[in-house]
Structure formats: C-alpha cells, structure tokens
C-alpha cells in the first residue's frame, strides 16, 4: 500500500499512514472479537449451568454486548478521595495497550502479518509482560489495603506463569529455528503440526496462558470472593471497563498464539502449504482455531473450581518449571536423532518425528505422573503419622 | 527519511530524558519508579533505532517487565511510604552531585568531540542466532560462570529469606 500512496506524497507520510491503516484495522479486529467473546462467554456458562443466558436484547441476546457497553460508559465514575489521581487513572490506561500491540505480529495469512519482526515470540513476551505495570499502579493508586494486596497477588501469579509459558515454547523455537511467527507456522507444514510434536509443551503452555490471562481455575486476581475483587476494586464505570476489555482481548489472543503455535496457525490441514486457498481462506481458519480454544477457556470456567494461592505458586514452580525444562532436554537430544535417521532412511522428517516425539512425550508424561502420585501418598502417609491418637 | 528518522530519534531521546529526570524530582518513592519505566521505555525505543530489534525487546522484557516490576514491588513492600510523601527523595548531597556531574560532563565531551568512523557494514539481520552461538561457542565458559553466580545469588536470597 505504501507503494501505491508514495506516487501522491511523499515516501514517509505514505509509510506513517500505511502504519496507521494496520494498526487501526487490527485493533477494530481485536475490539470486535472482545464484543464477540463476552456474548458467547454468556450464553456458553449459561448452557454449562443448565440456564439460557443472555436472550433478552435483540435475537438470542446478540445485543447483549452493546448494552453491556452503554451500561459502562453510563455509570457513575469515582475517584476515591483519598487516591492519588495521576496514578490512579493511569493504571487502567496502561492495561489496554499491551494487550492490543501484541496482534502486530499475529500472522493471519502467508505473509500477512501486522509485521513479521523476526523476534516475533520474543516481542511478545516482552509487550506483554508489561500488562502487570498497569495491575500494580491500579492497586497502588486505589489507596486501599485490600487493593494493594490483591494487585501484589496478582503481580505475583503472572511473573510466575510467565515463566513456564516463555520455557514452554522453547522446544518450539528449536524445532523451527525462528522466533518469527510466520517461518514458526511454514515449518509446521513441513514437520507437522507442533501438537504432535509437543504435546507436553502444549498442555504446560495453555495451563501458564489461563494463569497469564487471569482465567479460571486461576482467576485469583479478579474474582470477588480473593480479597473483594483485589486490584480494580475501587474502579467504576470506564476505567473497571478498560481492565474487562484487557481480560477479553488476552483471552483472545492467547487463544490465536496457542492455535498459531500449536495448530498450525492458518494452515487448512492436509492442504499444502503453497496453496492459494490459504490466501483466502487463512484468516477464517485461524479464528476458527482460535475459537475453539476460547470456547475450551469458557468450559474450564464453567467446570474448574479456584486454585488456592499457595497451590498456586507451588504448582508453577515445582511442577510446571522441572517439566519445562525436561521437555526442552527431550527435543534436544531427540530432533537430531530424528534428523539423522531421516536423511539415513531417505523418509520425510514429519513421518518420523511424529511418533517419536509423542513416545518421548508419553513416556515422560508417564513418569511425571507416577513420581507425583507416589510423592502424593508419601506426604499423606506422613501427615497420617504424625496424627496423635486420642487417648 | 532522514528528517523523519531524526525527529523520532528526538521524541525518543526527550522522552528518555525526561523520564530520567523525573526519577530524581518525584515526590515519592513509587512515582520514581514510574517516572524510571519511561526512561526505560525511551532506551528501547532508542535501541530500535538502532537497528537492534532484539535488544530493545530484551530491554522491556528485562527491565520494564521485571526489574521495573521488582523495584514497585519493593516499594510496595516497605512500611510508612504508602500516603507519606514529606520525606524527602534525596539526601541534598550537594558537592558530592556537583563532582560526578563535572566528570561526567567532560567524559561525555571528550566522546563527543572525538571522530568516531561510522561503520559501513549493514547491521546483522539475525542477531539473536548469531548471538545463541556466541554463548555457547566461544563464550561458554563466561556464560556459564554467570550461570552460576546468579544461581548462588537465588539460592544466597532464599536462604536470607528464610532466616
């Protein structure tokens, strides 16, 4: 496009639009699916818990989100007395941003990305480990001690997680080679999918993306019942309405990073990855990856009950970490050994890689268990011992 | 596109300065801090510039995400700051400032009059594998010696902790 506009303006005027037309076009994309995600969040926890769901504003409740909205902005903003007001107002301002930027990097289509930095995964991660900036400033400018804990709480459980979901993708970055999105996606044609090849990494990375993203079973920082509501609980109107388009828009985009990562991104299955039907059709494929997974963090929300916090914390760093870090050894020392045997078989790397890696991953999903289940029993023994009998 | 590259260099450049600053001017403790995250903000955006994409992502993710982090977390975590902004955030050490201020004003001079020669070569497009080889090519040995001494360093904390 900055081609066609520099034949009426000058080269820089036509790149600074160029940048501005993706960027806008991206966050109307982001905000909509937000809209999208609330009503079918509704109308799925409503069925999961046996209700209807929201079925009152227009057919099967598809207004429900612009009411939701005009309530939002209607309602009467506070400012505690007691705040200081610079700060308090710029947490939710800071909560937004990282959760938009990140979608400059999502590819949609074989070279239709935002842009594909070749530290894609990286830019992420750095982007959005800054959404904990805005949670800390909101507790700390509310001025109130419940607010404060629950924003440390809160800074607490996603510095951890992210930890497990950088470590996570690792093996993915060694069996690709890039930490640029779209080559992540291209190999994935050509090894197969990521889910086959990681299933461990898979299943550590979506438990790390629900804790990132606050969802149940870890909505400890948010939900009313873990020190009322914790950081936004001084927060009304607009401003509680920008930390609930924050939470939608994650929710949305770890679910596109986990089909981009895992399933392929835009890739139709067993369709080579040259054809052009993935122009076309790629970015319809991906929010349909995508919203499965939104669809799978709605079901853990209607089935999981809340973690405790200090089960919390002792789950990310004694089991999600050791894992991680095991899984990353495994592909080490297995991708060449499959690399080898298939330049010395003369078979395609996927046919190979696949059942190897899934027998690894089984294998040590197997030991994981057992060795947490006999840890388990052990420390129960233990606790039963030290029981004194009554007399 | 020079002038363009220019005129951002100087946006970033202010907003650095300014965030730094504001660290020293602040009222209080976590208003520094805030006031530091800009500062750090304009660092990577100067590092971009430069051409050095993985640099600059590695400066927010390091700094902005966790050492930023830390520090508000700190702060959090002392007693009688919250809502007590009289103390003040300097200790008037004004001769001490005065020294360092002259010495770094004559270092930065002596840099700046001097007639680097820009180099010629394009920057390298892939520097996050060339710098994975780095590390575990012919600088293993300084890598892992770090290794180790963060790993004391945890483990030296956890204990403090503990006691």
Not at chain 1, 34 to 44: A, Q
Not at chain 1, 52 to 79: C, H, S, W, Y
């Given at each position: 496009m900055a081609d066609f506009l520099s034949q009426f303006m000058p080269a820089w005027l036509a790149l600074i639009i160029q940048h501005v037309v993706v960027g806008a076009v991206l966050v109307v994309f982001a905000l909509t699916n937000m809209l999208g995600i609330t009503w079918i969040e509704r109308k799925v926890i409503g069925r999961l818990q046996d209700r209807i769901g929201a079925?009152?504003?227009g057919p099967f409740g598809l207004l429900q989100p612009l009411a939701d909205m005009v309530k939002i902005l209607t309602k009467e903003d506070i400012t505690p007395t007691a705040a200081s007001r610079v700060i308090y107002n710029l947490g939710p301002l800071l909560v937004v941003p990282p959760a938009l930027l990140?979608?400059?990097?999502?590819?949609?289509?074989?070279?239709?990305?935002?842009s594909d930095l070749n530290i894609g995964l990286l830019y992420i991660f750095a982007v959005a480990s800054t959404s904990t900036l805005g949670i800390l400033i909101a507790g700390w400018g509310s001025n109130n001690k419940y607010s404060l804990l629950g924003a440390m709480r809160a800074v607490a459980q996603m510095v951890s997680y992210e930890v497990p979901q950088a470590l996570s993708i690792i093996g993915i970055v060694m069996l690709s080679g890039s930490l640029s999105l779209q080559q992540i996606v291209q190999r994935q044609s050509e090894i197969g999918w990521f889910v086959l090849l990681q299933p461990l990494a898979f299943v550590i990375f979506l438990i790390a993306a629900m804790a990132e993203v606050n969802?149940?079973?870890?909505?400890l920082p948010e939900a009313e019942s873990e020190i009322i509501?914790?950081?936004?609980?001084?927060y009304s109107g607009l401003k509680f309405g920008m930390f609930y388009l924050a939470e939608y828009i994650n929710v949305f985009f770890i679910s596109a990073l986990a089909a981009t990562l895992f399933l392929g991104g835009y890739q139709i299955p067993f369709?080579?990855?040259?054809?052009?039907v993935h122009t076309i059709l790629g970015p319809f494929v991906l929010i349909g990856k995508t919203f499965a997974f939104v669809f799978l963090t709605i079901w853990l929300r209607g089935t999981l009950p809340r973690v405790r916090v200090d089960h919390l914390m002792g789950f990310a760093w004694k089991a999600l970490v050791p894992l991680c870090l095991l899984n990353i050894f495994m592909t080490a020392v297995l991708m060449p050994l499959v690399g080898l045997w298939s330049a010395n078989l003369g078979i395609s790397e996927a046919y190979i890689a696949i059942p190897v890696m899934l027998l690894a991953n089984a294998v040590l999903a197997g030991l994981v268990l057992w060795w947490a289940g006999r840890s388990t029993r052990r420390r129960e023994t233990r606790l039963a011992e030290q029981v004194v009998p009554a007399q | 596109m020079n002038v363009f590259l220019t005129s951002i260099f100087v946006i970033v450049s202010v907003i650095t300065l300014v965030g730094a600053l504001g660290v020293v001017m602040a009222r209080t403790v976590f208003a520094s801090g805030l006031w530091l995250i800009l500062s750090f903000a304009g660092v990577a955006g100067l590092y971009v510039l430069l051409e050095a994409p993985f640099l600059a992502a590695a400066q927010i993710l390091i700094y902005v995400g966790a050492v930023a982090v830390l520090i508000l977390f700190a702060v959090m975590l002392t007693r009688r700051v919250m809502g007590d902004p009289g103390v003040s955030q300097n200790n008037s050490q004004w001769g001490a400032a005065a020294v360092v201020a002259a010495l770094m004003f004559i270092v930065l001079s002596l840099t700046s009059v001097q007639n680097w020669r820009p180099s010629t070569e394009s920057p390298p497009l892939l520097a996050v594998n060339a710098l994975g080889e780095a590390f575990l090519g012919p600088y293993l040995l300084p890598f892992e010696i770090v290794s180790v001494v963060l790993l004391v360093a945890l483990v030296g904390a956890i204990i403090l902790a503990r006691e």
């Amino acid at each position: 496009m900055a081609d066609f506009l520099s034949q009426f303006m000058p080269a820089w005027l036509a790149l600074i639009i160029q940048h501005v037309v993706v960027g806008a076009v991206l966050v109307v994309f982001a905000l909509t699916n937000m809209l999208g995600i609330t009503w079918i969040e509704r109308k799925v926890i409503g069925r999961l818990q046996d209700r209807i769901g929201a079925n009152r504003a227009g057919p099967f409740g598809l207004l429900q989100p612009l009411a939701d909205m005009v309530k939002i902005l209607t309602k009467e903003d506070i400012t505690p007395t007691a705040a200081s007001r610079v700060i308090y107002n710029l947490g939710p301002l800071l909560v937004v941003p990282p959760a938009l930027l990140v979608f400059a990097v999502l590819p949609f289509g074989a070279g239709v990305s935002g842009s594909d930095l070749n530290i894609g995964l990286l830019y992420i991660f750095a982007v959005a480990s800054t959404s904990t900036l805005g949670i800390l400033i909101a507790g700390w400018g509310s001025n109130n001690k419940y607010s404060l804990l629950g924003a440390m709480r809160a800074v607490a459980q996603m510095v951890s997680y992210e930890v497990p979901q950088a470590l996570s993708i690792i093996g993915i970055v060694m069996l690709s080679g890039s930490l640029s999105l779209q080559q992540i996606v291209q190999r994935q044609s050509e090894i197969g999918w990521f889910v086959l090849l990681q299933p461990l990494a898979f299943v550590i990375f979506l438990i790390a993306a629900m804790a990132e993203v606050n969802r149940t079973p870890f909505d400890l920082p948010e939900a009313e019942s873990e020190i009322i509501a914790g950081h936004h609980t001084e927060y009304s109107g607009l401003k509680f309405g920008m930390f609930y388009l924050a939470e939608y828009i994650n929710v949305f985009f770890i679910s596109a990073l986990a089909a981009t990562l895992f399933l392929g991104g835009y890739q139709i299955p067993f369709v080579p990855a040259n054809n052009p039907v993935h122009t076309i059709l790629g970015p319809f494929v991906l929010i349909g990856k995508t919203f499965a997974f939104v669809f799978l963090t709605i079901w853990l929300r209607g089935t999981l009950p809340r973690v405790r916090v200090d089960h919390l914390m002792g789950f990310a760093w004694k089991a999600l970490v050791p894992l991680c870090l095991l899984n990353i050894f495994m592909t080490a020392v297995l991708m060449p050994l499959v690399g080898l045997w298939s330049a010395n078989l003369g078979i395609s790397e996927a046919y190979i890689a696949i059942p190897v890696m899934l027998l690894a991953n089984a294998v040590l999903a197997g030991l994981v268990l057992w060795w947490a289940g006999r840890s388990t029993r052990r420390r129960e023994t233990r606790l039963a011992e030290q029981v004194v009998p009554a007399q | 596109m020079n002038v363009f590259l220019t005129s951002i260099f100087v946006i970033v450049s202010v907003i650095t300065l300014v965030g730094a600053l504001g660290v020293v001017m602040a009222r209080t403790v976590f208003a520094s801090g805030l006031w530091l995250i800009l500062s750090f903000a304009g660092v990577a955006g100067l590092y971009v510039l430069l051409e050095a994409p993985f640099l600059a992502a590695a400066q927010i993710l390091i700094y902005v995400g966790a050492v930023a982090v830390l520090i508000l977390f700190a702060v959090m975590l002392t007693r009688r700051v919250m809502g007590d902004p009289g103390v003040s955030q300097n200790n008037s050490q004004w001769g001490a400032a005065a020294v360092v201020a002259a010495l770094m004003f004559i270092v930065l001079s002596l840099t700046s009059v001097q007639n680097w020669r820009p180099s010629t070569e394009s920057p390298p497009l892939l520097a996050v594998n060339a710098l994975g080889e780095a590390f575990l090519g012919p600088y293993l040995l300084p890598f892992e010696i770090v290794s180790v001494v963060l790993l004391v360093a945890l483990v030296g904390a956890i204990i403090l902790a503990r006691e």
